[in-house]
C-alpha cells in the first residue's frame, strides 16, 4: 500500500499490486518446484528414452515393454512388487490394529503416565533404519547369542532360526522390524485423532447405556475412520519407497537372500546404479520409477476418490 | 464396579509396560554394550556395564580416531539449517494461502501439498543428473535442498490447516495499527504458529536425520558424509570393532532423542489443532 | 472528532455483489448503528470504511478528506473485533501500547495515553498479565482500551460483545455508553442484535442483502417502520403481522373492523408490536390461548385467532390463562401498521 497520493476525486481507487504475496509464496515454490516436482517430470520423460550417442534416443514406451516383457526383468519386477504388497498388507494387518489399540489405551482418560508411555512408544520412530537394522541383526545373530539365549530362557530355544538369512522368514522378519520401528507414527495419528472425539459424545453414548469397549467400537472408531484412511494410504506410499531405507541396511542391495526381500526401493536403486555384475541404466532406472509412481498415483487416486469420500460422509 | 475399574486398570498398565519393554529393550541393549568391553559384550549380553567390565573405550576410538564428528558435524548442518529453511518458507507459504484470496489460490495450495502423495524420491535419477550439472554433488547444499523440497509439502500442509482455524482479525487488527504486510507475518504469524512448530520439526527431522537415500546417492563422498551413511558404512568396515560400533550407534540417536524430549509436550497438541482436523 | 461520509459504495465478490450503492453521512460525535442479519454486508460495509476490504466503487471521507486510497493506519480510525484480536504473546501494556510504539510516538507520551486508557477502564491493576490470563470482559476492555489509546477520528466497533456472555453483555453496553459520553467520539458499531442497536445507537442503519433497509433514531424505526422486514427486525418480541383486507379506508380481519387507514382496497399485511395489545372485551382480535408464559413481572399470551392465524401478545403479571380458555385483544389507532403488498409501510 504504497500509493498514498491524491486521487481525482470522482475516481474509485484501485488496489495496488500485492507483491508481497509473491515475496511470501516464491521460495517455497521455486525450491519446491526445482527440486521436487522438476525431476520427478523429468524422470517420466527419461523414461521413455534410451541411450544413444551423445545422450538419450526417443523410444517411446519400448523401457516399458522392456520391463514388463523381458523375462529379465519382469521377473524381478514382479517379484519386488508381490515383496511390496505383502509388506504393506502385514503393515496394514498388524502395525495398524497395533496402533489403534495402543492409542485406544492411552486415551483413556482415567490412565496415568499416558505422556511417558507415548514417549517411549514413539522412540523407535526416532531412530535410523541403520541403527535399528543393526541393532535388529546383533539380536538376531546366532553369533551373539541374545535371542537363543532369550528362547531357552523360555523353554523354546529349539525353535530359533537365523530368521533374518533364510529365504523363507526374511521377508517376514524384515517387515516384523520396520512394523517395531514405525508403529509410532499411526500410534500418535490415531491418538491424536481420539483426543479430538468429543467428550459430549462419549457422554451421551454413556447415558445411552454403552459401555468402554462398545463406546470405543461404536462412536470412537466410526468417528476416527478418515484417520484410518489417511493412516492406510500413508502405509502403502511409505511401504513403496520408505522401505529401501530398512531392507538396504539389513539385507544389502541384492536384497537377499536370493532376492526374497527385494522391493520396489532397492530394484529401482540396483537399476540405476548398477550392483555388482549388472551395470547402472539411467533410463531404465527412471522407467522403473516411473512404474512406481504410477503404482503410487493409482493407490492415491483410489483413496481420494473412493475411500476418503465415502469415509467423509460419517463427518458431523 | 470400583473393583472391576481397578482391575480394567491394572490390565492396561500390563499391557502398555510389556509394550513399552518391547519397544526399549533393543535401545538399551545397544547403549549399555556401548559402555563395555569386548570381552563383556560377548560373554553377557544384557548384563550392566559394572565394574571390570566397564569400558569408554568404544567412545574413544569413535570420537578420536574416525571422521565421525566430521559425519555428525555434517548431519548437524544439513538437519538444522533445512530445518530452518521447511519452517520459515513453510510458514510464509502457509501464510500467503491461509490469508490472501488472489488467482490461482486454490490451485497453488493443492500443487505445494501434492509432495505429500508423491514422494521426491521417485524423482531420484533427474534430480542427481541436476544436481550434477548444478555443480552440487557430494555438497551439503544438495542435500539441505533436497530435504527442504521434501518436507515442505506436509509443513505446509499443517501450518494452512493450524492457520485457517485461527482467527483472521488479529491480523486485521495488526494492519490497523500500521504494520506492513511483512511485519504482520514476523511480528503476529510467527508468534500464533509456535503451538505447531514443534509438531512439524518433528516430523520434518526425524527423515532428514535418519535418511540414507540420498546421502548415498547425492554425496558419498567422504567430506559430506552423513552420520546415517556414515554408520552404515563403518559398521561394514569395522565388525571387528563392536565397542566402536556400538558407540557410534549411541552417539547417532542421541541429537534426535534430545529433539524429541524438548519437542514432544508440544507434539500431540500440534498434531491435534493441526493435521487431523483436516 | 469527524464527520464519516459514504457516498456511492459498492462492493462485489467476483460476480456477487455483497453491497449495492450506499450512502450514509454520518455526524460528528455521532454513534451510528449497522444492524441486520448476518450475511447482510453490514461488517463487510466496516471492514471497507476500516480499510480492511477495498471499495469496487464509491468514495469514502473522513472529517471532509478523502480516505479510501489510504492504509487503515493513515484513515484516522481504530477497531474493535469480536475476537478481542489481542496479541498473544503481548501483555495488557504491550498490547495497549503496541500501534503508538509502532508509530514511533515517544514513550513518554505511549505511557500516558497508555496510563490514561487503563484508567477510563479500569484495567491498572491487569498491566502485566497475557490475555489468556484475563476473562472474556477484562479481553473486551484491553481491545477497548487499544483503541482509546490511538486517539482516532473515528471509533469502530466489529460486533464486540457477542462473545460475551448475557450479563456480561448488558453490563459492557452500559459501559460503552457511558465511554461514548465522555469521549463524544464519532462511532461506528456493527451488531446483529437489535437490543444492542436500540439501546446504543444515535442512529441505526438497518441493512438486508446489501441495501440500506431504513436509516433512522432508534425511537423512528420503532414507530415508523418503513417496511416489514425493519418493523419485524426491530423490537422485542417480534412484531405480529395478520393478513387482512382493506375495505374503503377500514382495515378488516375477515369482517371485523380493526382500524382505519389511507390504504386502497385489497390486501394489506397489518402488523401490531405484542406490547401493544391489551385485554379487551370488544376487540377485534378473538380467539385461544394456544401457550401462556409467565416471567413474573410480565406474561406472553400466544392466540390462535378464528381464522387460525396466530399473534402474541405481551401483557402484564397480574392475569393468569390456561391453553384453550377464549380471549379477546384489543389495539389502538395509533399502534397499527399498515404494509402493501409490496410490503412498504402505508403513510397515513
Redesign the interface.
Known amino acids: 500500500?504504497a500509493?498514498?497520493?491524491?486521487?481525482s476525486?470522482e475516481q474509485?481507487?484501485r488496489?495496488p499490486v500485492r507483491w508481497y504475496i509473491l515475496v511470501f509464496l516464491a521460495p517455497a515454490t521455486l525450491i519446491y518446484t526445482i527440486f521436487a516436482i522438476y525431476p520427478i517430470i523429468e524422470s517420466l520423460r527419461l523414461s521413455l528414452y534410451e541411450a544413444g550417442d551423445g545422450g538419450g534416443v526417443f523410444v517411446g514406451l519400448a523401457n516399458y515393454a522392456r520391463l514388463f516383457g523381458e523375462p529379465l526383468w519382469a521377473d524381478q519386477f514382479w517379484n519386488a512388487f508381490k515383496n511390496n504388497i505383502v509388506l504393506f498388507l502385514m503393515h496394514m494387518l498388524i502395525q495398524n490394529p497395533i496402533a489403534l489399540a495402543l492409542a485406544a489405551l492411552l486415551s483413556v482418560p482415567t490412565l496415568k503416565g499416558a505422556a511417558t508411555y507415548r514417549t517411549i512408544f514413539f522412540l523407535p520412530t526416532l531412530l535410523s533404519v541403520v541403527v535399528v537394522g543393526f541393532i535388529w541383526q546383533l539380536i538376531l545373530s546366532p553369533l551373539w547369542g541374545v535371542s537363543p539365549a532369550f528362547m531357552n530362557w523360555l523353554g523354546i530355544g529349539s525353535f530359533f532360526k537365523p530368521w533374518l538369512g533364510l529365504e523363507s522368514s526374511a521377508l517376514i522378519t524384515v517387515t516384523l522390524i520396520s512394523i517395531w520401528q514405525y508403529v509410532g507414527i499411526p500410534l500418535m495419528l490415531f491418538y491424536a485423532a481420539l483426543l479430538n472425539v468429543p467428550e459430549e459424545t462419549i457422554e451421551a453414548a454413556r447415558i445411552d447405556g454403552l459401555n468402554g469397549w462398545w463406546i470405543f467400537w461404536k462412536v470412537k472408531l466410526p468417528l476416527i475412520l478418515p484417520t484410518l484412511g489417511l493412516v492406510g494410504i500413508l502405509t502403502y506410499i511409505g511401504n513403496f519407497t520408505a522401505s529401501f531405507d530398512l531392507i538396504y541396511t539389513l539385507q544389502g542391495g541384492l536384497a537377499g537372500p536370493d532376492y526374497s526381500t527385494d522391493v520396489m526401493g532397492t530394484f529401482l536403486f540396483r537399476t540405476f546404479f548398477g550392483f555388482q555384475a549388472q551395470l547402472g541404466d539411467v533410463y531404465m532406472g527412471a522407467t522403473v520409477a516411473s512404474a512406481l509412481f504410477f503404482i503410487i498415483l493409482i493407490g492415491v487416486g483410489l483413496y481420494l476418490f473412493g475411500v476418503q469420500r465415502r469415509l467423509q460422509r460419517y463427518d458431523s | 464396579m470400583l473393583v472391576k475399574q481397578r482391575i480394567s486398570s491394572v490390565g492396561i498398565h500390563a499391557v502398555l509396560i510389556a509394550y513399552s519393554v518391547l519397544a526399549l529393550f533393543p535401545l538399551a541393549l545397544i547403549v549399555l554394550n556401548s559402555f563395555k568391553t569386548r570381552k563383556a559384550i560377548f560373554r553377557d549380553p544384557t548384563g550392566l556395564p559394572l565394574g571390570e567390565s566397564f569400558s569408554a573405550k568404544g567412545y574413544d576410538s569413535v570420537l578420536s580416531n574416525s571422521d565421525f564428528p566430521l559425519y555428525f558435524g555434517n548431519s548437524l548442518t544439513v538437519t538444522v539449517v533445512s530445518l530452518v529453511l521447511i519452517l520459515l518458507l513453510g510458514a510464509m507459504a502457509s501464510h500467503a494461502l491461509s490469508e490472501y484470496r488472489f488467482p490461482g489460490d486454490t490451485f497453488l495450495g493443492l500443487y505445494l501439498v501434492l509432495g505429500i502423495m508423491v514422494p521426491i524420491r521417485l524423482g531420484t535419477v533427474a534430480l542427481l543428473e541436476l544436481i550434477v550439472s548444478m555443480g552440487l554433488a557430494n555438497t551439503l547444499t544438495a542435500l539441505i535442498l533436497v530435504y527442504t523440497a521434501q518436507g515442505l509439502p506436509i509443513a505446509i500442509f499443517i501450518f494452512t490447516e493450524f492457520l485457517r482455524s485461527v482467527?483472521k482479525?488479529?491480523k486485521?487488527?495488526?494492519?490497523?495499527?500500521?504494520?506492513s504486510e511483512y511485519r504482520i507475518f514476523f511480528e503476529?504469524v510467527i508468534?500464533?504458529v509456535r503451538p505447531v512448530i514443534a509438531t512439524v520439526a518433528v516430523f520434518s527431522m526425524i527423515p532428514i536425520w535418519n535418511d540414507l537415500w540420498f546421502p548415498l546417492i547425492l554425496s558419498p563422498g567422504e567430506e559430506s558424509r552423513t552420520v546415517t551413511l556414515g554408520v552404515q558404512q563403518f559398521i561394514g568396515q569395522y565388525t571387528v570393532n563392536w565397542g566402536a560400533v556400538l558407540a557410534s550407534l549411541s552417539v547417532a540417536i542421541l541429537p534426535v532423542l534430545v529433539m524429541y524430549v524438548i519437542f514432544s509436550k508440544q507434539l500431540i497438541r500440534g498434531i491435534t489443532a493441526g493435521a487431523v482436523k483436516g | 472528532m469527524a464527520t464519516l461520509e459514504l457516498k456511492g459504495i459498492k462492493k462485489s465478490f467476483g460476480s456477487t455483489d455483497v453491497i449495492h450503492d450506499m450512502n450514509l453521512d454520518v455526524n460528528d460525535g455521532e454513534l451510528i448503528v449497522f444492524v441486520g442479519p448476518s450475511g447482510c454486508g453490514k461488517s463487510t460495509m466496516l471492514?471497507m470504511i476500516?480499510?480492511?476490504e477495498?471499495?469496487?466503487?464509491?468514495?469514502i471521507s473522513i472529517g471532509g478528506k478523502?480516505v479510501?486510497?489510504?492504509?487503515?493506519?493513515?484513515r484516522g480510525?481504530?477497531?474493535v473485533?469480536?475476537?478481542?484480536?489481542?496479541?498473544?504473546?503481548k501483555d495488557v501494556r504491550g498490547n495497549l501500547g503496541?500501534?503508538l510504539k509502532?508509530?514511533k510516538v515517544p514513550q513518554k507520551e505511549i505511557d500516558e495515553r497508555v496510563n490514561k486508557a487503563s484508567e477510563i477502564l479500569g484495567l491498572s491493576d491487569l498491566m502485566k498479565r497475557k490475555p489468556r490470563e484475563l476473562s472474556g470482559g477484562q479481553r473486551q476492555r484491553v481491545a477497548i482500551g487499544?483503541a482509546i489509546v490511538r486517539e482516532p477520528d473515528v471509533f469502530l466497533f466489529?460486533e464486540p460483545l457477542s462473545n460475551l456472555d448475557a450479563a456480561l453483555r448488558v453490563h459492557m453496553r452500559v459501559e460503552l455508553l457511558k465511554l461514548h459520553q465522555r469521549l463524544r467520539n464519532t462511532m461506528v458499531y456493527v451488531t446483529h442484535d437489535q437490543v444492542e442497536a436500540m439501546t446504543l445507537a444515535d442512529r441505526i442503519v438497518v441493512f438486508r442483502e446489501g441495501r440500506v433497509e431504513q436509516v433512522g433514531t432508534p425511537l423512528e424505526l420503532y414507530r415508523q417502520p418503513m417496511n416489514t422486514f425493519v418493523a419485524g427486525f426491530i423490537g422485542s418480541p417480534a412484531m405480529n403481522f395478520l393478513m387482512a383486507r382493506v375495505e374503503d379506508g377500514t382495515v378488516k380481519l375477515a369482517d371485523t373492523p380493526v382500524c382505519k387507514t389511507s390504504a386502497n382496497n385489497g390486501s394489506v399485511k397489518l402488523g401490531i408490536r405484542p406490547e401493544h395489545l391489551a385485554l379487551s372485551d370488544d376487540g377485534p382480535f378473538d380467539g385461544k390461548v394456544s401457550v401462556f408464559e409467565h416471567l413474573g413481572g410480565e406474561s406472553f399470551l400466544h392466540l390462535t385467532l378464528n381464522d387460525n392465524q396466530t399473534m402474541v401478545a405481551k401483557l402484564d403479571g397480574e392475569r393468569s390463562f390456561a391453553p384453550g380458555d377464549q380471549c379477546r385483544l384489543g389495539v389502538r389507532q395509533e399502534y397499527c401498521h399498515v404494509f402493501d403488498e409490496s410490503e412498504n409501510r402505508v403513510v397515513e
Open positions: 500500500m500509493n498514498t497520493g491524491s486521487v476525486s474509485t481507487h488496489r | 482467527s482479525e488479529i486485521d487488527s495488526a494492519r490497523i495499527d500500521g504494520l503476529v508468534p500464533l | 471492514r476500516a480499510g480492511l477495498t471499495l469496487s466503487a464509491g468514495q478523502r479510501d486510497h489510504l492504509p487503515p493506519t493513515d480510525i481504530a477497531m473485533f469480536q475476537s478481542y484480536a489481542l496479541y498473544p504473546h503496541f500501534a509502532h508509530a487499544r466489529d
